[in-house]
């Protein structure tokens, strides 16, 4: 999605337009329910149960819904209170020209977030994908490669210094096997450039949370013991790290990840946060009931190993309805991955969201 974005309705959505469109909730018994709670003259939402829990729940914000649809806003502000924008702090989007910074639809958002009271993740500093062609295809030397790298990190939190409470700094550094990615930046700075970027980062914004993020790293195996091993080196390096983001994009068609819990409580005991950061569940269509519990499962379990890490901050949902979800593009055959359909009516995963945040007891944090 680009950040383009007409600029008359970026400024109507950060002066705060309010959201009121009333949801639909028309499916079998089976498949969704109404949520009549009240809390503080408005409907309880899932930030409300979290909120009791000690923990930030989440959504990716597609800028262009949040702007032209009504009903999208209103489930954003009731249901989170932590936004991350899906594409428009990527760094084609802020510099799609060299030297020419916009910040505009990101800037939208994080007043939209300030007026609602919900936090905003930062994602993402650096990686391999969505960069600008003016960078993939410059032919630049490894040293300027290190200073566009060093400016951008500088330039992009040092812009939202203070005003987001984390950025995912290194996104997807890692092949299946656990070897780092070979990347514009491995080629060009090799392993270091994630020390690098932290360090950066830290300096551009000293009270930001800092992250390494990837997929793959649920579970235990050989991706997320590379994780393990690089931010166990990086703390005793002193680097700037503070936690470890775990995407959680899965599907139905895969057996859940083994050893989630465990994987979550190994970096939590290293002193680090552990952010479930880009939550969805996909399935081969059509839906069916079946496959809507199995997805409400897997959505339960990520959830539930969170809750039983008091270090785990937050949990995320990667988009939280069908009509917007970047699944079907990607994965010919698949969707349905969010919490909510496309016609905005929850979904047994939803429920299962709230259940968890209802019933399962907060771990106390280690003294």
Known sequence: MSAALDRRALLRLAGGLTATAAL???????????????????????????????????TAVDMAALVDDARYRDVVVREFDSVTAEN?????????????????????????????????RGHTLVWHNQLPSWLTDGGFGDAELRSILRRHVHQEAGHFRGRLTAWDVVNEPFEEDGSMRDTIWLRALGPEYVEDALRWASHADPRARLYVNDYNVEGLGPKSDAMYALVTRL?????????????????????????????????????????????????????????????????????????????????????????????????????????????????????????????????????
């Open 24 to 58: 639909g909730s028309t499916l079998p018994a089976t498949a969704t329910a109404t949520v009549d709670e009240r809390a503080g003259g408005r409907r309880r939402g899932l930030r409300d149960l979290a909120a009791r829990r000690g923990l930030a729940v989440g």
């Open 88 to 120: 428009v702090m990527k760094w084609e989007a802020v510099e799609p020209e060299r030297g020419r910074l916009d910040f505009a639809a990101a800037d939208a958002l994080v007043r939209f977030a300030r007026r609602h009271r919900q936090v905003v």
């Open 235 to 367: 703390r005793r390096r002193g680097v700037p790290v503070h936690g470890v983001g775990i995407q959680g994009h899965l599907s139905i068609a895969y057996d859940f990840p083994a050893g989630v819990v465990e994987n979550v409580r190994r970096f939590t005991d290293l002193g680090l946060e552990v952010a479930l950061t880009e939550v969805d569940v996909r399935m081969p269509l059509p839906v069916t009931e079946e496959k809507l519990a199995v997805q409400a499962d897997y959505f339960d379990r990520l959830l539930r190993a969170c809750l039983a890490e008091r270090r785990a901050v937050s949990y995320t949902v990667w988009g939280f309805t069908d009509r917007y979800s970047w699944v079907p593009g990607t994965f010919p055959g698949e969707g349905a991955a969010t919490p909510f359909d496309a016609d905005y009516r929850r979904k047994p995963a939803y429920l299962a969201l709230r259940d968890a945040l209802t019933d399962h007891p907060r771990s106390a944090l280690p003294s």
